[in-house]
């Protein structure tokens, strides 16, 4: 483990290799942390100590009786439905309910140009308009600048133009295809096209980000 | 079908492992830590096992069960049954130091769990995890010991799998810094 430790210094290491070293450390120093926290819970509460004899039964009706009520208020919980009926409300609440914020310049770009700042403070300050200007003037756009652009077009209510840039972003590389699949398919909706959205939805897979949602829209759409 | 699932419906099954993956283990201890001493009382009587090994081999099950909940691997059926085996499984593995498989269902531990972990280093890395900020801490504890996909995050913080995937470098870069630098002054 002290190799595998050190090795996380490594600049050479690779994305799964990190992870995985990372998941071993992180698990056993939470599975020791969870040991001591249900050693002290066993003790305290059940009166079940390690060493012989110090296991009492004292507190075991109280315990009892405050987990059943526990489980039997989850087990009665119910889920309302207050999902609105209408495709085109939802997709926009799905929009509006999502906060979208543009994480910061890509590792790596430190010659930030003066745009690509603007653009990035407009977005994450929501005045899409700005931002969008900005990312227009990029010389040399990344992918993320063009999925940004493609956000912050969909987040101005142009949804033409949003959809052709999320295409455009979808040809060069497959880096944002869960989101594309996504964002693209409100843009759809929003512009009053169920038929493509439905299509898009369609290829967002149980795996993929906002599935459910997805298949919300799909039978919303399905219902009208 | 709730008696065999320690009172578990279904739908709370799903919540408690729900809860799991975001490391709230309220509902868990709820549920299982009342089953301690059943359990521990089983295990000496059935195997004629000390206080001590009944309690260590009880405390390893609790965490092999709340791991094998977040990997998927437990279903809804017959936890009372596959508790109280694993436990049992756990005793004989503790004494022999050796894993035994019990009906093709519960396979113990693989080798990385024996290892040898030098607590100081861990406890370096540990000082490093302190420095981290909450949503830091909240997202590598979620992915790596929750096991939640980076997407499954973003749906949760209504984020997007863009900004979540750059949010764990970042939290994982500054990790390694933090680790790197106590290692360089250390040496």
Redesign the interface.
């Known amino acids: 483990m002290k190799e595998k430790l050190n090795k996380l210094s490594d600049p050479n290491i690779s994305k799964q290799e990190e992870d995985q070293i990372l998941e071993q450390v992180l698990k056993k120093q939470f599975d020791n942390d969870l040991r001591n926290k249900w050693k002290e819970k066993l003790d305290h509460e059940f009166g079940i100590k390690r060493n012989k004899n110090g296991f009492t039964n004292k507190k075991y009706l109280k315990i009892f009786i405050a987990t059943a009520a526990s489980i039997a208020l989850i087990i009665g919980l119910q889920l309302f439905n207050t999902t609105p009926s209408d495709p085109y409300v939802l997709a926009q609440q799905y929009l509006n309910d999502q906060e979208i914020i543009h994480p910061g310049a890509t590792k790596g770009i430190s010659d930030e140009n003066e745009n690509r700042v603007l653009a990035i403070q407009m977005f994450n300050s929501k005045d899409y308009e700005q931002a969008a200007s900005y990312f227009l003037n990029l010389e040399a756009p990344t992918e993320e600048d063009t999925y940004y652009y493609g956000l912050a077009l969909l987040l101005n209510n142009q949804y033409n133009k949003a959809i052709v840039k999320f295409e455009e972003n979808r040809t060069n590389s497959s880096k944002y295809i869960q989101e594309l699949n996504w964002y693209q398919s409100i843009a759809y909706l929003l512009n009053k096209q169920p038929n493509k959205a439905s299509s898009l939805l369609k290829q967002i897979n149980n795996t993929d980000w906002n599935y459910e949602q997805a298949q919300l829209l799909l039978e919303r759409i399905n219902s009208k | 079908m709730k008696n065999k699932n320690f ?3 279904e ?2 099954f799903e ?1 408690l492992v729900a809860d799991l993956k975001r ?1 709230d ?1 309220h ?1 868990f ?3 299982f ?2 089953q ?2 059943e359990t ?1 009382k089983y295990l000496r009587r059935e195997y004629r096992a ?3 090994d009944a ?2 081999a009880t ?1 390893d099950t ?2 092999e069960f ?2 094998r909940f977040i990997d998927g691997k437990l279903r809804y059926g017959n936890l009372r049954f596959l508790f109280t085996k694993m436990a049992s499984q756990m005793l004989l593995r503790n004494k022999q130091k050796g894993a035994t498989d019990l009906e093709g269902q519960i396979t113990l531990i693989d080798e ?1 769990h024996k ?4 607590t100081d ?2 406890g370096r ?2 000082k490093a ?1 302190q420095t981290l900020g909450e949503s830091c801490k909240q997202l ?2 979620w992915h ?2 929750g096991k939640m ?1 980076l ?1 499954e995050i ?2 949760e913080q ?6 979540i995937r ?2 764990k ?1 970042r939290c ?1 870069k500054q990790l ?1 810094d933090q ?2 630098l106590k ?1 360089m002054v250390k040496l």
């Open positions: 009172g578990l419906s739908a709370s919540k490391n283990t509902f201890e709820q549920v830590l009342k301690f001493s521990l000390s206080h001590e309690y260590d405390m609790l965490i709340r791991t990385e290892e040898v972990i030098d280093e861990l890395l540990k995890w590598l504890t790596y010991y996909k997407t973003a749906e209504q984020k997007s799998p863009a900004t750059k949010q470098e994982i390694k680790f790197g290692t």
